[in-house]
């Protein structure tokens, strides 16, 4: 209980803001309505209810968003262009991918920048310059560019091709955590660790594998929880400026096109929920992994 009710305490002033927010932010359409309808003298309880039950709010609120993610979710097949579950499948297909090569790439390039002091002095500033770049700017380039490769150059049919450009953007934001961690990770044993391996006369790989590898685990998982994050984010990113036709991005852009905030926020909450799911899966490999390291448990 002790720790339940402070979660319900966050719970309920987050609702209650929200609903005042919502109050604030839809009563100038409902005045206009009123105005229209002739309607003078509403009671606050009346004109409340209202505001908080209209067709295009501008702020919904959690009933309706709640309703709109049950009705997308529940009430249509999840093969449907209708269903938040295909849109989010999409997503997923295009995160997932993108994670897998994102982080062997921040791994492959940790290990070059650790084992390699040209490689740092080279690979390191350039790593950390290419997050400074607008992802929004990037994305239309890599997205189109990478299309027209894949399906012109390669020969890849098209649903592949779209899935693989859109994975080039989230790899491109979830290598850089991955990279940055584990070269922390990598270099976090001590020199009197680094010192006993060389008496015992171990060579770079077996120091790599017996000592450096084990000691950058918990670097990595971490990593790998930012980095799964990033990448939904490139997905969903992947899908707004390219005029996609499914995955959440496109769910979102087709709401903001018919104002449709009911339908851009329950996206919004399906993301959260596949962000959440992502990071609790990688959450319980670490565990296994720890496991079978010999870890104790937490």
């Known amino acids: 209980m002790n720790r339940v009710l402070p979660i319900l305490t966050v719970i309920l002033a987050i609702g209650v803001i929200w609903y005042v927010a919502a ?90 920048i650790v084992h390699n002091e040209a490689m740092n002095r080279s690979l390191m500033p350039w790593i950390v310059a290419s997050q400074t770049i607008p992802i929004l700017a990037l994305a239309p380039l890599i997205v189109v560019i990478g299309f027209n490769v894949f399906t012109g150059t390669l020969g890849i049919p098209t649903d592949p091709a779209r899935l693989m450009s859109k994975a080039i953007i989230s790899a491109y934001l979830s290598f850089f955590p991955v990279a940055v961690g584990m070269v922390k990770g990598l270099r976090s044993p001590e020199a009197i660790q680094l010192d006993l391996m060389h008496t015992y006369n171990a060579t770079a790989n077996q120091t790599f594998w017996k000592l450096r590898w084990p000691a950058s685990v918990p670097y990595l998982f971490a990593s790998l929880k930012v980095g799964v994050a990033a990448s939904l984010v490139g997905a969903i990113v992947g899908e707004l400026p390219t005029g996609a036709v499914a995955g959440l991005g496109a769910r979102l ?46």
């Open 23 to 112: 109050l604030g932010m839809n009563a100038q359409w409902q005045n206009d309505v009123y105005r229209r309808a002739g309607v003078e003298n509403v009671p606050f309880t009346q004109f409340a209810m209202d505001a908080w039950n209209q067709e295009k709010p501008v702020l919904p609120l959690p009933h309706q968003v709640g309703r709109e993610v049950w009705n997308s979710t529940m009430l249509v097949a999840p093969d449907k262009p209708r269903s938040l579950i295909f849109h989010a499948w999409v997503t997923f297909s295009a995160t997932a991918l993108g994670f897998v090569f994102g982080s062997l790439l921040g791994i492959g390039l940790a290990v070059l």
């Open 253 to 298: 852009l087709a709401g903001s096109y018919y104002s449709q905030t009911t339908q851009i926020w329950s996206a919004l909450v399906v993301a959260s929920i596949l962000a959440a799911l992502l990071v609790t899966a990688v959450g319980l490999v670490e565990k296994i992994v720890n496991r079978a390291m010999g870890a104790r448990p937490a």
